[in-house]
């Protein structure tokens, strides 16, 4: 593990989920020559070797986290909030999906996207209101 690679593991763990871009800017606090580049060959050597996981949480970059922090991820499209589930919440899919398409779901790389509690209760008061 070279000095450069153990501050990219660092920073994913101190941010929890990071983009690289995130895990770029925290390096660079301590070790200002580290570049972009850098940080995502670190990514993905680090997801090789198990270290480090990605998930997608809407449209731009992805986030990592350490490949022990699994949990399935429930993005707001309103607000963008992300709450996290236990992987068990999908326990009765990945076993229909395995019996009917013999499919194994990694439920530590899912992003469910919908809306949060707090944006649903905003439009069922406007909705409300204007009744």
């Known amino acids: 593990m070279t ?17 690289p871009e995130a895990v770029c800017t925290r390096v660079q606090e301590t070790a200002p020559a580290v570049n972009i580049t850098t940080v995502y060959r670190t990514l993905d050597l ?8 990605h998930t997608h949480l809407g449209h731009g970059a ?8 699994e949990h399935v ?4 499209h309103h607000c963008g909030a992300v709450d996290e589930i236990d ?36 439009a069922d008061a406007e909705l409300a209101k204007d009744a």
Do not use: I, M
């Open 3 to 19: 000095p450069q690679r153990q501050l990219v593991l660092d920073a994913v763990v101190e941010l929890g989920h990071a983009t």
């Open 46 to 53: 680090l997801e090789q070797l198990g270290v480090v996981k």
């Open 62 to 69: 992805p986030t990592y986290a350490t490949s022990e922090h």
């Open 73 to 76: 991820h429930l993005v707001c």
């Open 87 to 122: 992987v068990d919440a999908l326990e009765a899919l990945a076993e229909s999906l395995r019996a009917s398409h013999g499919f194994r779901l990694d439920a530590t790389h899912v992003a469910l996207s919908g809306t949060c509690r707090a944006c649903a209760d905003r």
